[in-house]
């Protein structure tokens, strides 16, 4: 099976950096995907790890390691518009390659 | 442009009655997926097609049915039998089983209430 954990809210402030942390159990770890879903949208891609490390996209950062079961999403230099939830999704070879989700992370950016 | 287009966006069931959630894609993408989110939960797997004429149950298939005669199209009908079909549909796609790299991506959602 796979179980997946997000904590469900964090609140930070415009210009700070924040990090949200994923932990996984799954029986075949296939890579970690982050992805950004604003109320009432679609989730939009925002990053992709397979192997352990740290992998940076501009404003954005996510870090891997296979061992602990862990990931986390680093945003830095907050905007209002990063006001959304994170999604972290764990493919599963063992489950037909499919995504497992977690519940989300509501991210509140305050002034 | 490329994308995901899901309708309607907001649809009413009444008791007894099926109803179908379009899901078109031209992105040439093989693989297609329906997702319910309820609020609180992660995103569930309710069906996914790797290719045209083949489709498998996902984790929450019950009360659902759903075709793929063709590469573009994956609708979904939640049929009477679903009890609780009050929830945020979303369909997605990807390249295929054979890039697991390759990320899901989503449409708009379509918003399922019961009258």
């Known amino acids: 099976g796979q179980n997946i954990d997000q904590p469900t809210e964090m609140t930070a402030t415009e210009g700070a950096i924040v990090q949200i942390n994923c932990t996984y159990q799954t029986s075949g770890f296939n890579g ?3 992805y ?13 790890n397979v192997l352990d490390g740290l992998e940076e996209k501009g404003r954005f ?20 518009k990063d ?14 390659n499919n995504l497992f989700f977690g519940t989300g992370t509501r991210l509140t950016v305050i002034p | 442009d490329g994308g995901i287009t899901q309708s309607p966006k907001y649809l009413f069931r009444k008791e007894g ?3 179908t959630l379009s899901c078109e894609q031209n992105l040439n993408h093989d693989a297609m997926y329906w997702y319910r989110q309820d609020p609180g939960q992660g995103l569930r797997l309710i069906y996914y097609s790797q290719i045209v004429n083949d489709f498998q149950k996902g984790d929450i298939a019950e009360g659902y049915s759903v075709s793929r005669e063709k590469k573009e199209s994956f609708p979904l009908t939640v049929t009477s039998a679903q009890k609780n079909p009050t929830a945020f549909y979303l369909c997605a ?6 890039t697991p790299n390759q990320p899901q991506h989503f449409g708009d959602g379509t918003r399922l209430s019961i009258l």
Not at chain 1, 36 to 48: K, M, N, R, V
Not at chain 1, 61 to 80: D, H, P
Not at chain 2, 93 to 98: M, V
């Open chain 1, 83 to 96: 006001s959304a939830s994170y999604l972290c999704a764990v493919r599963d070879w063992t489950g037909a």
């Open chain 1, 32 to 34: 970690l995907f982050w």
């Open chain 2, 17 to 19: 009655q099926n109803v």
């Open chain 2, 93 to 98: 796609s990807s390249i295929g089983r054979e």
């Open chain 1, 36 to 48: 950004q879903q604003h109320a009432g949208e679609a989730p939009t891609f925002l990053s992709y």
């Open chain 1, 61 to 80: 950062s996510s870090f891997l390691s296979r061992s602990k079961g862990y990931s986390y999403l680093l945003l830095k230099e907050l905007q209002m």
